[in-house]
Every structure is written in C-alpha cells, then in structure tokens.
C-alpha cells in the first residue's frame, strides 16, 4: 500500500512537471490579453528540438536551450500575426498546432528514419536530494525528481513575486486589463505582449523538452497528446494565479497518474476508459470553475493604437 501510494505521489509530481513549466509561462501572455491556443504546437515542436539538440550535442542542457530558441523563434511567428497584424488568435493558434504536427512529424522522419531502435541521446536523469529522498513515503515521491522538476515548483514563487511585485508583472496585467491607458501613459502595448509571447513560448518549448526527456527517451509522434489544451486549462482553472495554475497541473497530473495505475493494475477496465480519465478530468474542472475565473478585459481583443 505504502509503495503505490509513492508511486502514485511520484508519477503525479512527474507528469504535472511539463504542465506547470508551460502553464507558468502561458500565464504572462494570459494576463496580457493573448489566448494562446497554440501551446500544443509549441509543446510538441520542443519535444524534437529537445531531442535533436541534444542528439547534436550529448547534453540535456544544451539540448532543451535549443528547443526554447527554435520555440522561440515560432512564438515570434505567432506574436508577428496576432500583435502587429492583429490577426485572429485562436485562429493563428491553431495554425501553429497543425503546422507542428505536420512538420515535427516530417522532421522525425527524415532525421531518425522509421526505425524501433532510435539512437541513444542524454535525457534528464533523477536527482535525488540527499537526506530528504529517505523520507519514509513521500521522500522518494518528493525528492527523488529530475532537476527540471525541482526548477518548475521553485519558479512558482518567483513567477508569483514577478506578477505582483514588479513593475515586469504590473505592466503584463495592465496591458490585459486595459491596453489602452497603458499607451495613454507611455507603455509600449505591442511590447508587453510580444514579450510575454515569446517568454510563453520559451516555456512551452521546455515543457515539451520534459515530455521527450524527462518522462520518455526519446520522441514520437504527436507525443504531446493535448497537454497543450490541458495547460490552457491550468491557467484557467488556477484562476490566472502561479500558485493556482500549479494546484491544477497537480490535479490533472493526478488524472495522468491514476490512468497509469489503472493500467499497471491490468483490473479488466478497458484501456480506452483509463486514457480518457486526464481529459475528462480536465474538462469537468474547466466546466465547473469557468464562471468563477474572470480573464483580463482586454482577452483576446487586438490593440489599434490611435
């Protein structure tokens, strides 16, 4: 009983990990107004670049620094259209989620080929914390983590210190709030929102490194699977707040979990009911708290400066 219930413990922490690192991020461009549908596209193109980068180099490291670059650079993309175009953003959005699916998909292929034996890469390793990865239960749950999975859960209290607590932070909810007294008092609303785009995407991309690296070895296609939406979700369901949007990555990291017992368990249920458990949780927390969570007023309206 004690060792499942720290599997469970563990699995949940390791499966909310890419979650809570994406949603951070998507968190600043929330509260600037941007909906940032294409979190799947950007989880999925760092899941390769990941890869890749540290197929090229043998380090994790630089690996998951070049698959925040590449996603980087589509977050540009993204802020290019939505920003200075002021184009649809959902529609953009999912723009970028069908050309990352196809082109990750094509890449994989031409770079790895179709084979069942892909090529050994440096992947991010558990580091146990000594003396507290002894704790009876929860230490080897808690303590016995990859080192991105200690960063995401630190960076909690710091991405809350930035948005309350910085002129950074109060310029982001201003720009979401009401864009344009922000311009009337000198602050550059397409700024705010690129850098928050871009910020966002960098993160999205690390969560996508974690899928492929840190949870797997390696990358497959469509490895993502929907934890994009699921961390539109997080932001949603955390009420746009850090401390909010990790309680639900945790939660629906839970569902990940759970499905994983069930399976491991072989109890007869259909494998098709466990699968469905993460999103079905997903949506019935997003039902029953959409009313409670007010996004900014300025939410996916484009700016027009005067």
Not at 38 to 56: I, K, Q, Y
Request: with cysteine; hydrophobic share 55%.
């Amino acid at each position: 009983m004690i060792d499942t219930i720290t599997s469970f413990l563990a699995s949940d922490i390791r499966t909310a990990t890419p979650l809570l690192i994406a949603g951070l991020g998507i968190l600043f461009s929330s509260r600037a107004g941007i909906v940032n549908v294409g979190t799947e596209g950007f989880m999925l193109v760092g899941a390769l670049a990941g890869v890749v980068g540290s197929w090229l180099t043998n380090s994790s490291l630089l690996g998951s620094l070049f698959a925040m670059g590449v996603t980087v650079l589509l977050a540009a993309i993204f802020a290019f259209f939505v920003v200075y175009l002021r184009a649809d953003q959902t529609v953009v959005g999912v723009a970028i989620n069908t050309f990352a699916l196809g082109a990750t998909t094509t890449l994989n292929r031409i770079l790895f080929g179709m084979n069942t034996s892909p090529p050994l890469i440096n992947v991010f390793d558990v580091v146990p914390i000594p003396g507290l990865s002894k704790i009876p239960i929860i230490g080897d749950a808690l303590f016995s983590q990859p080192l991105l999975t200690y960063l995401a859960f630190l960076s909690v209290p710091i991405a809350w210190f930035v948005m309350y607590k910085t002129h950074i932070g109060l310029k982001v909810r201003a720009v979401g709030e009401n864009p344009r007294a922000c311009d009337t008092l000198g602050i550059s609303v397409t700024k705010v929102r690129t850098g928050a785009i871009l910020f966002s995407g960098a993160l999205a991309g690390l969560g996508g490194v974690f899928i492929s690296m840190g949870q797997l070895s390696f990358f497959t296609e469509d490895m993502v699977s929907g934890r994009g939406y699921m961390v539109l979700a997080a932001v949603v369901f955390g009420r746009n707040n850090p401390v909010g949007v990790m309680l639900a990555t945790l939660i629906f990291g839970a569902g990940d979990a759970l499905m994983y017992q069930i399976q491991a368990a072989m109890s007869g249920v259909p494998y098709q009911f466990s699968m469905m458990l993460p999103y079905l949780i997903t949506l019935i927390a997003v039902c029953a708290f959409k009313s409670k969570t007010r996004p900014p007023a300025a939410t996916g309206i484009p700016y027009v400066k005067e």
